[in-house]
């Protein structure tokens, strides 16, 4: 069954267009970092097939598609998943609930870092609404987590 070599690829292209959606102005502040759920989730599930060369391809994707100076997500990206790589065993040990703080925390992280290169890059300041994202990242990360686990179950990737 040649399905399952394509089950990481879509799941991540489905995050990449679910990041660029359009959404109404008042709901793209709690966007939630939809590539970075997708990228932790094969990332702790197959670290040796998701990791951080992967997250730095799909950043650039994420630079292009954003039109955002080439590399901040690349950067942001592949820290936030080394920090998951490094530590995948214990994390795989953590009920879901105790995964979703984890996943807020490496948003978070990912977050302050798109902020301070952008900061270097142009003149931009601080607003808590760069971290809203956390929280609903956060929140979906249980669903997300369950979605994946089954379609990884159900097409047998390894």
Do not use: C
């Amino acid at each position: 069954m040649q399905s399952r070599f394509f089950v990481i690829p879509v799941s991540l292209l489905i995050a990449l267009v679910l990041q660029i959606m359009p959404l109404p102005i008042e709901a793209d502040v709690y966007r939630p970092d939809w590539v970075l759920i997708v990228l932790a989730y094969w990332a702790m599930a197959l670290p040796n097939r998701v990791n951080v060369g992967i997250a730095f391809i799909t950043g650039l994707a994420m630079d292009i598609l954003l039109g955002t100076a080439l590399g901040i997500h690349s950067f942001a990206l592949s820290v936030s998943v080394w920090v998951l790589v490094a530590n995948y065993q214990r994390l795989r040990n953590y009920s879901v609930w105790q995964q979703a703080i984890v996943i807020g925390l490496l948003s978070a992280l990912y977050h302050l870092l798109v902020f301070w290169l952008q900061h270097l890059l142009t003149d931009i300041y601080f607003l808590f609404d760069y971290l809203w994202p956390t929280f609903t990242s956060m929140l979906l990360w249980p669903w997300i987590f369950w979605l994946l686990r089954k379609s990884r179950r159900q097409f047998r990737v390894t």
